[in-house]
């Protein structure tokens, strides 16, 4: 059967939580293989808003598997929050797995975020502060804590208390910080452990399975290309692989699995936290689209950068992800902004046109964006049920977007919930 993927394509927030959840409504397995709870995945049902970031948004379907991969760094404090959370509001988490190679994230990487952060000073990345890239570092550095030692209470204190010792010299010694109990920490831990031991499953065995029995496998993508540690515009990036090819990876699955390779995108571009962003708008237009869209943080509530879409960006895309097609979220958000400018290529001060996105910030620093512009249009499309409600110059701008991303745009989305997800064969 087939097992579908979904990728944010910009720097992340495109609405892909909403996608994984109506998509959801048809798959047997959701997958998270990369990222933690840096991520923010808004599913709206009805009247009702879940936030998610750690568990995969295919969690409000009872008889849907929700997996958590071997990728995912994984601080178990707020995924039982989460669970805490989603129980209370009616939402059992009994298909919930967690790989026993996912990592974890302890007090000192979060630490370890801020002062690293901090220290950086005016050059700071932006980041959640969630402790994401140092657990990913001790994950290359092979001290990470995992899964399987966190369900096991000896193993965990005496690989905790050796790992500790080290990062409170780092975080004392070289940051001038304050020193983790480290006790407390494995006391702490180990609850934690208790209480999440029961979803412990390896989760490779169970995607393989699952798609050798003819079911539909979904791969949920958490940030985006943009934000991906080799594809992205380094430094200014997370620390794992939101790209199609990561979830090989980080959910241990060949990728002769994959055949439909799904890219979110907005009608426009957001961005938070630092980093170039050609098309980022820096007048009433740019602030316009961020209140008319709600573009303030899921995670951290940040006010959310934007600008005019680039089609540029959607290129690299296509070719480092390999899409199949493409989602545009929030087409109402642009309604009655005016006219639309379309970024088509950049052009760079020695005078070049490039189609390609530049492969290092340097490069991008000397870019310009090319614009198109485009008739933008009135009213409200919030209401459309299907592509061919839209109006005429919605359906011309979609057009002329497949044209220039050189991808089809399968599904458009006017609004939050599951309804406006508007579907073309
Ligand atoms: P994700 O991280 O990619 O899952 O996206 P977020 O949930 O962080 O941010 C997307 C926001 O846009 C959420 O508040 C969604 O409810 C909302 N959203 C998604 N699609 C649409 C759409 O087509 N129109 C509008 N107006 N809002 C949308
Ligand atoms: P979703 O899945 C938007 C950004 C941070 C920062 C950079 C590094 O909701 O689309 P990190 O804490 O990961 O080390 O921060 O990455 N970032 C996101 N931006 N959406 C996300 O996730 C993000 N996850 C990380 O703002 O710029
Ligand atoms: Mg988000």
Not at 93 to 119: F, Q, T, V
Not at 152 to 170: T, Y
Not at 234 to 241: A, D, E, G, I, R
Not at 370 to 388: H, L
């Amino acid at each position: 059967m087939s097992a579908k993927v979904v990728v944010g394509v910009q720097w992340g927030d495109e609405g892909k939580g909403k996608i994984i959840d109506i998509l959801a409504s048809r798959a047997d397995v959701v997958v998270r293989a990369q990222g933690g709870n840096n991520a923010g995945h808004t599913v709206q049902s009805g009247d009702e808003v879940y936030k998610l970031h750690l568990i995969p948004s295919g969690i409000l379907y009872p008889n849907t598997l929700c997996l958590i991969g071997s990728g995912v760094v994984v601080d178990p404090n707020v995924l039982l929050e989460e669970i805490g959370g989603l129980k209370a509001r009616g939402v059992a988490c009994k298909n919930l797995r967690i790989d026993p190679r996912a990592h974890i994230i302890m007090p000192w990487h979060i630490a370890l975020d801020g002062l690293s952060e901090a220290y950086r000073g005016k050059s700071e990345i932006g980041t959640t502060k969630r402790g994401i890239g140092p657990c990913y570092m001790d994950k290359a550095e092979r001290i990470g804590l995992r899964f399987y030692d966190l369900v096991h209470p000896e193993i965990f204190a005496e690989k905790a208390r050796e790992v500790g010792k080290l990062k409170n010299d780092i975080i004392t010694k070289v940051y001038g910080g304050n020193a983790i109990d480290i006790e407390k920490t494995i006391a702490d831990y180990i609850g934690y452990g208790q209480q999440l031991k029961e979803y412990m499953d390896d989760t490779s065995v169970l995607i393989y399975n699952a798609h050798k029995e003819g079911k539909q496998v979904l791969f949920e993508g958490a940030q985006a290309m943009l934000l991906d540690l080799d594809m992205g515009t380094y430094p200014y990036v997370t620390s794992s692989h939101p790209v199609a090819g990561g979830f090989c990876i980080g959910a241990g699955v060949g990728p002769t699995m994959m055949d439909d390779i799904i890219g979110v995108a907005k009608s426009y571009t957001t961005r938070v936290g630092k980093g170039p962003f050609p098309t980022e708008l820096f007048d009433e237009t740019g602030d316009l689209i961020r209140n008319r869209g709600h573009e303030f943080g899921t995670t951290t509530g940040r006010p959310r950068r934007t600008g005019w879409f680039d089609a540029v960006i959607i290129r690299y895309a296509v070719r480092v992800n390999g899409l199949t097609s493409l989602a545009i979220n929030k087409l109402d958000t642009l309604c009655g902004i005016g006219d639309l400018k379309i970024c088509v290529a950049y052009r760079h001060e020695d005078g070049r046109v490039l189609y390609d996105f530049p492969a290092t910030i340097e490069e991008l620093a000397k870019c310009e964006p090319i614009y198109e512009t485009f008739p933008g249009f009135e009213g409200d499309i919030s209401s459309c049920r299907s592509f061919e409600e839209l109006p005429e110059g919605c359906k011309a701008y979609i057009a002329k977007l497949e044209e220039i991303c050189g991808c089809p745009i399968k599904m458009v989305g006017v609004g939050p919930g599951r309804d406006q997800n508007l579907e073309r064969a």
